[in-house]
């Protein structure tokens, strides 16, 4: 009898020295399936993948991978190819200087009649093909780093796709994604599974599991909790599997902050990337900033941290002007700004917790050589506790942590400057539901507190769930400010319609 | 009966791994054992390797590329590279012969020529902090420069110094130690110092580790790259000064090429090349190492062209190693 599951990993597990990652693990995929993998930071997906795709292998002597029934090896990312199987990683792996066709052949170039000639022509004819069948408005001959990151994204799947790939690895294929750019991905999946491509759909955003996934695969600890189809499964199932206790409303909020004076008045911002932005900020208040990637939100706050020059405007700090040309200044101010991108903007990767939590208050407790080690402790205890950071001592490299333990140690790097403005940039990305919780009760305890906070982020749920007021962006305009009430789907009606550049009959501006 | 934990204990709990000693025989397990190695192989090898006379002759030696390594080593961890040492050795020590002979005090014509190595250093941090020219560049141009500029003051000749008290600093001894050894004593403390009890040492780390988180921080890049090229340039001429008083003259020549064994030292010693990491613990033995290897060659009657063979396959074996490791703690 023929074997229906064209890729079965069974009883797979993984030691990495002094700690077992996967345990008995198995997974098994049918053509034309979409499979959601999902699971906490650390609970074993990306593990699991990469011995799929033969970056790491698994422990010798248990379980195996078997493809079309028949068990196969894989011991390199080039075993991996050979069976059919790619991985499109979080991060985008294309060259930026190289053109899309130079990016799609790479490795694997055509050549001319005399064979050490690459054959360019040819290449570009076939890449456009390709893009073309994939329905995308792509020139192959632009270079990767002009084209935004969405269309980067559909250049990764494309050179799967060029491999002859039977099964795609997405690893939150979404997380810089706008929503139009995530529709038109959806939609090339749906074609994906049409042609019997399996794909195993790696993401924390529930809402697009649901939409996208047959079936959906739940790790915790190492562990497989189970597989389910995904019709059979609701939010609060999945969020109870992956946890491992009931539902804990992630945004729960017993004492909504009382917003107090305002703090922070941003006059007729103008810049580069920012086109005529004014807005203010309460003591307390949880102002939302949506819209699309791009919009100008992250641009805003940079000019506001004083990371990006202003052409013109004016910024008001507690009544007052402030000239804010550099970061100091705004530190100097008690702004705080942590940036979307934790291991790029934020971190020292190399460098230890402790490092890491204290750089920016060296001030507190270095008087020119005399370092005050008690009081140093102080800081990382304090921060420690409030996030409940997991670590084994303040000594662990900030590298070793989890995606969501990284983020924690970057909010106690800023909160330790005790600011009044606190910037927050995508603050949850990419983090699992237990850091998630655990950020956003920490942003409603400095609201009550006083602190003005702005929240950027990408996530609808997250923006209607958290702010007290939300404005909404559109390239590099203030499209419009919206009161945080009324139900949940009508404000994400009205926010998408701000920032795809619709307008708002009597409200917005 | 203490209930709860004291402030005191949990520090010191915690810092189990902070523990100097422990940490620095931990961090620097791989090149100490090859320190212990080539000791352990020249003290069976040769009769002389292991004579305290000997050992003095070392430590001596090293002194000159221990100072340039120091400074190195702050620049490979902020991120860059200085390649003018030797050529600052080169250009302070014809510098302080000259003045001396041209009746200047020893005193002052040492502090001038250790500002001559600070304005060189300005000079550097200054070009590559506001343009953002890379250092490599930066430091290589310079290189050329500030040596042809020591063959120009001296006509391409060498200086000797009439100054007894001056050339003792270099040649004599103090209760039986070479005096370079003590000056290299005061140094290290001096740089540990400024690395690891002050604000500026920290954010050097912040700065070669991450760039832009570090801007992003409110750390002041431009002003720490500056420093930190100035150091560097000054213990270069605090090097060329001791070097020029041990030859008993300045010479334009000298110094040439020390800018390898610098980087080898600070590599060997576990720094970075990509910046973030390094110690000036780690540096010192990578000093060592270089230094028992020059001397065991040397003892083992090696001709010297060959020993720069080995020196270089040494170099890259280190560099080879700096990035293995370095991909093992990524995984």
């Given at each position: 009898m023929a074997n229906q599951y064209f890729m079965e990993m069974q009883q797979i597990c993984k030691t990495f020295p002094g700690a077992k990652v996967l345990n008995n693990v198995e997974l098994r995929l049918k053509a034309g399936e979409v499979r959601a993998l999902m699971g906490e930071n650390g609970a074993g997906k990306s593990t699991l993948i990469k011995i799929l795709g033969g970056i790491y292998s698994k422990d010798q002597g248990c379980g195996c991978i078997k493809i079309n029934g028949k068990e196969v090896e894989i011991n390199s990312v080039h075993d991996a190819k050979a069976h059919g199987i790619s991985i499109i990683h979080q991060e985008i792996s294309l060259a930026?200087?190289?053109?899309v066709a130079d990016n799609l052949f790479m490795g694997e170039e055509l050549l001319k009649k005399v064979r050490c000639f690459v054959d360019d022509k040819e290449m570009i004819n076939k890449a456009q093909q390709v893009i073309d069948s994939m329905g995308m408005d792509i020139d192959?001959?632009?270079?990767?780093?002009?084209?935004s990151i969405a269309k980067q994204q559909m250049v990764e799947i494309c050179r799967a796709l060029m491999y002859d790939s039977k099964l795609i690895v997405m690893d939150e294929p979404t997380s810089s994604l706008t929503q139009t750019e995530i529709e038109q991905l959806f939609i090339q999946i749906e074609k994906l599974k049409k042609n019997g491509i399996a794909i195993i759909y790696i993401s924390h955003r529930m809402d697009e599991i649901f939409r996208i996934a047959d079936s959906i695969t739940v790790l915790r600890d190492g562990e497989l909790i189970g597989t389910d189809l995904a019709a059979s499964l609701d939010r609060d199932k999945l969020i109870a599997m992956m946890v491992g206790r009931e539902l804990m409303e992630v945004y729960k909020n017993d004492e909504k902050p009382e917003p107090g004076d305002e703090c922070l008045v941003v006059k007729k911002f103008e810049n580069k990337y920012l086109k005529d932005v004014s807005f203010s900020l309460r003591r307390g208040e949880i102002l939302g900033f949506a819209g699309?990637?791009?919009?100008g939100r992250t641009e805003l706050a940079r000019a506001i941290f004083g990371i990006d020059k202003v052409d013109s405007g004016e910024i008001f700090i507690e009544g007052e002007r402030a000239i804010i040309r550099r970061p100091q200044d705004a530190i100097a101010r008690r702004i705080a700004y942590i940036p979307e991108n934790r291991k790029l903007e934020g971190l020292f990767l190399t460098n230890n917790i402790r490092y890491n939590v204290s750089i920016s208050v060296l001030d507190k407790f270095i008087k020119l050589i005399g370092v005050n080690k008690k009081t140093e402790q102080g800081i990382l205890d304090e921060h420690q506790g409030s996030l409940s950071i997991r670590m084994?001592?303040?000594?662990?490299?900030?590298?070793?942590?989890?995606g969501g333990n990284q983020q924690k140690v970057l909010v106690a790097k800023w909160l330790a400057t005790d600011p009044q403005i606190l910037i927050l940039d995508e603050p949850t990305r990419g983090i699992d539901v237990g850091a998630k919780a655990a950020i956003y009760q920490l942003i409603y305890t400095l609201a009550r507190q006083g602190v003005a906070i702005m929240l950027i982020s990408s996530e609808m749920e997250e923006i209607i769930n958290m702010s007290t007021r939300i404005v909404v962006m559109h390239e590099g305009e203030k499209a419009g400010e919206l009161e945080?009430?009324?139900?949940s789907e009508t404000m994400q009606e009205k926010i998408m319609l701000l920032a795809s550049g619709g307008k708002i009959n009597g409200e917005g501006n | 009966m203490e209930k709860g934990i004291s402030s005191e204990t949990r520090i010191k709990n915690s810092n189990i791994y902070a523990n100097p000693v422990v940490r620095y025989f931990k961090d620097n397990l791989g090149i100490l054992l090859a320190l212990f190695v080539m000791c352990l192989i020249l003290s069976i090898a040769t009769d002389s390797f292991f004579d305290g006379k000997n050992m003095l002759t070392v430590l001596r030696q090293i002194c000159i590329n221990a100072l340039l390594a120091f400074g190195m080593t702050f620049v490979l961890i902020i991120g860059g590279i200085d390649l003018t040492v030797g050529s600052v050795v080169g250009a302070s020590g014809v510098a302080v012969v000259m003045l001396m002979e041209a009746g200047v005090g020893m005193i002052p014509a040492i502090l001038i020529a250790l500002a001559l190595g600070a304005v060189i250093g300005l000079i550097n941090g200054t070009i590559i902090a506001l343009t953002g020219m890379p250092a490599f560049i930066v430091t290589l141009s310079m290189m050329g420069s500030i040596r042809g500029l020591a063959y120009i003051i001296t006509d391409g000749r060498s200086k000797a110094s009439s100054n007894q008290t001056f050339t003792s600093m270099g040649n004599g001894y103090l209760l039986g130690i070479p005096i370079p050894i003590y000056i290299l004593a005061v140094v290290m403390i001096i740089v540990s110092i400024i690395l690891y009890k002050t604000k500026f040492g920290r954010r050097m780390y912040a700065i070669g580790g991450n760039p832009t988180a570090a801007k992003y921080t409110g750390i002041n890049i431009k002003g720490i790259t500056i420093k930190v090229y100035v150091l560097s340039a000054v213990l270069s001429a605090l090097a060329g000064i001791i070097l020029a008083s041990r030859m008993f003259s300045g010479q334009p020549t000298a110094g040439q090429g020390y800018e390898s064994d610098a980087i080898a030292a600070a590599v060997l010693g576990g720094t970075s090349f990509s910046g973030g990491i390094g110690t000036i613990g780690g540096t010192l033995i990578g000093a060592l190492v270089i230094g028992v290897l020059s001397n065991g060659l040397n003892l083992l009657h090696i001709p010297s062209y060959v020993q720069m063979v080995i020196k270089g396959i040494v170099i890259i074996l280190a560099v080879g190693f700096d990035i293995i490791k370095n991909r093992n703690n990524r995984k």
């Open positions: 930026e200087n190289m053109t192959v001959r632009t270079k990767v780093g002009d084209l699309l990637v791009g919009a084994t001592s303040g000594e662990q490299k900030v590298q070793q942590l989890s945080n009430k009324g139900t | -």
